[in-house]
């Protein structure tokens, strides 16, 4: 009787250890599928679909441009209310440099960040703007009928599945933006790629924030930080209004100590532009800027410069070179979305550029979920898993030794690829994500962590 009691007791022992090892397993396997997700994922519904100019073949970019929905850094929205006198009080009122300053990261100027102006609320800008984003419609009218309508309620209720340290801020505060270059330098990021629409435009969801940009560089050039920019793709955005608004920002602005510039192989320093949805353009209207013997070339001007192309497909690859840009970037941080923003192609993205003379940029992102505006898209989430999502999209990045490295995003909010301060927060409508077991300023530390990586594997890259 004893003998069997203890065998009993042993196959018990036995059944809840192979249980709890199968559990597990399992728990492995789910976090493995969310740290690389399926390839199938490009061509899903709730895929490519949110990008619907994808859907037939591209055209010149026309007066409709401001409707597209896709997913990027909210190009859906963008930009806050300026005017002129507010400016001047922020600048007249900037701090000095401080020994703080001294204490933080070395800047890595082949770290890139995006970067969001787009905020406002009552206090500076008379009004909530972009926290009270709308909730966008599924363009299949059957999917839309399923899911919530209207718009957010700053301040509990913002357009974002995190909530900001700062809570629903001004992109206009100068304590804001001082908090910002803080928490870039922090992160030992270097270059702030600034999100642009030319003067007096802005997305259907914003306000003009070109008023906003000294002050972004004089608070960029105290933190020893350099700005260049995202140029958004305004309506009726061709080679002719390329080439005026690229003349517009570095007479303006190219003077400025924080404007980047950046070296070329043949050591000549030139201004850097990316260019969202460059692909919505036929290449023969870019090759009219981009080439030598185009007919609006701005190359060998005192305008020329390193124009950067979204590569979204695999076939925009060619298209990028036939149209005269430099390079190519990623920018979306969902691994499995498109072509580009899958890590596994990396390497051959980069090994077509290295063949094309082209720069290859990867865009590498800590997570995405834009469910608080698209609340149809949970498909195209990508968990954070306490920070292992990012670091695995950093290791990608090194892996192809990348001249640059471009981060989505400091403060996308609304596509919850922000890797500024967020605390946790509950309130009667919603239970808002949050960095948890970490604390707020963890993405700032990974990142600082894998820029000086970047820097000590790029010296043995360069022996």
Same mark, same amino acid.
């Given at each position: 009787?004893?003998?069997?009691d203890?065998?009993a007791?042993f196959?018990?022992?036995?059944?809840?250890?192979?249980?709890?090892?199968?559990?597990f397993?399992c728990?492995?396997m789910m976090?493995?599928?969310t740290?690389?997700p399926?390839?199938a994922?490009f061509?899903d519904?709730?895929?490519?679909?949110?990008?619907p100019?994808l859907?037939?073949?591209?055209?010149?970019?026309?007066?409709?441009?401001?409707s597209?929905?896709?997913?990027?850094g909210d190009?859906?929205t963008?930009?806050?209310?300026l005017?002129g006198?507010?400016?001047?009080?922020?600048?007249?009122?900037?701090?000095?440099?401080?020994k703080?300053?001294e204490?933080l990261s070395s800047?890595?100027?082949?770290?890139?960040?995006?970067?969001?102006t787009?905020?406002?609320?009552?206090?500076?800008?008379?009004?909530?703007?972009?926290?009270?984003?709308?909730?966008?419609p599924?363009?299949?009218?059957?999917?839309a009928n399923?899911?919530p309508?209207?718009?957010?309620n700053?301040?509990?209720?913002?357009g974002?599945?995190?909530?900001?340290e700062?809570?629903?801020?001004?992109s206009?505060?100068?304590?804001?933006i001082?908090?910002?270059?803080?928490?870039?330098?922090?992160a030992?990021t270097?270059?702030?790629?600034l999100?642009?629409?030319?003067?007096?435009?802005?997305?259907?969801?914003?306000?003009?924030?070109?008023d906003?940009v000294?002050?972004?560089l004089?608070?960029?050039?105290?933190?020893?930080?350099?700005?260049?920019?995202?140029?958004e793709?305004y309506k009726?955005?061709?080679d002719?209004?390329?080439?005026?608004?690229?003349k517009y920002?570095?007479?303006k602005?190219?003077?400025?100590p924080?404007?980047?510039r950046?070296?070329?192989?043949?050591g000549?320093?030139?201004p850097?532009f990316?260019v969202?949805?460059?692909y919505?353009?036929?290449?023969e209207?870019w090759?009219?800027?981009l080439t030598?013997? @185009?007919? *609006?070339?701005?190359?060998n001007? /005192?305008?020329?410069?390193?124009?950067i192309?979204?590569l979204?497909?695999?076939r #925009? $690859?060619?298209?990028i070179?036939r149209?005269?840009?430099?390079?190519?970037?990623?920018y979306?941080?969902?691994?499995?979305f498109?072509?580009?923003?899958s890590?596994?192609?990396?390497?051959?993205?980069k090994?077509?550029?290295?063949?094309n003379?082209l720069?290859?940029?990867?865009?590498?992102?800590p997570?995405?979920?834009?469910?608080?505006?698209?609340?149809?898209?949970?498909?195209?989430t990508r968990?954070r898993?306490?920070?292992k999502y990012?670091?695995?999209?950093?290791?990608?990045?090194?892996?192809?030794?990348?001249?640059?490295?471009?981060i989505?995003?400091?403060n996308?909010?609304?596509? @919850?690829? *922000?890797?500024?301060k967020?605390? /946790?927060k509950?309130?009667?409508?919603?239970?808002y994500l949050?960095?948890?077991? #970490? $604390?707020?300023n963890?993405?700032?530390e990974?990142?600082?962590?894998w820029?000086?990586k970047?820097?000590?594997?790029?010296?043995q890259?360069?022996m």
């Open positions: 009787i004893l003998n069997y203890i065998m007791r196959r018990r022992r036995t059944c809840i250890i192979l249980l709890l090892f199968i559990l397993i728990s492995i976090a493995l599928k740290l690389r399926d390839r994922g061509g519904p709730f895929g490519l679909g949110l990008l100019e859907q037939q073949r591209t055209v010149l970019l026309d007066s409709k441009q401001s597209l929905n896709r997913i990027q190009t859906v963008r930009v806050t209310n005017h006198i507010a400016v001047n009080t922020m600048k007249a009122s900037m701090p000095p440099v401080n703080m300053e204490e800047p890595n100027y082949n770290f890139h960040i995006f970067y969001y787009w905020y406002g609320n009552p206090q500076f800008d008379g009004k909530y703007i972009h926290w009270n984003h709308p909730l966008l599924h363009w299949d009218p059957k999917i399923n899911y309508k209207g718009r957010h700053p301040p509990e209720d913002i974002a599945n995190f909530y900001p700062l809570g629903s801020y001004s206009k505060d100068p304590t804001v001082e908090a910002h270059m803080t928490q870039m330098r922090s030992s270097g270059v702030i790629v999100s642009w629409y030319p003067p007096g435009m802005a997305d259907e969801n914003g306000e003009p924030t070109d906003l000294p002050v972004i004089d608070y960029a050039h105290k933190y020893n930080l350099k700005v260049t920019f995202h140029i793709p009726d955005r061709d002719r209004s390329m080439y005026h608004n690229v920002i570095i007479d602005y190219g003077g400025h924080a404007f980047y950046h070296k070329t192989s043949t000549r320093f030139l850097l990316y969202y949805d460059s919505v353009t036929i290449p209207i090759a009219n800027l030598v013997s @185009g007919s *609006q070339s701005i190359r001007t /005192p305008y020329d410069a390193l124009f192309a979204l979204v497909e695999e #925009h $690859k060619h298209d070179h149209s005269g840009f430099d390079g190519m970037y990623t979306f941080a969902t691994n499995g498109s072509y580009g923003s890590h596994h192609n990396w390497a051959s993205l090994a077509f550029c290295d063949s003379n720069m290859f940029i990867p865009s590498v992102g997570g995405y979920i834009d469910t608080s505006i698209r609340p149809w898209n949970n498909h195209n968990n898993v306490n920070g990012y670091e695995t999209a950093f290791s990608a990045a090194l892996l192809v030794r990348p001249e640059i490295i471009s989505t995003s400091f996308e909010w609304h596509e @919850g690829t *922000q890797i500024e967020a605390v /946790p509950r309130t009667g409508q919603v239970v949050d960095y948890k077991p #970490h $604390k707020p963890i993405y700032l990974l990142t600082q962590k820029s000086e970047y820097r000590k594997e790029q010296e890259w360069l």
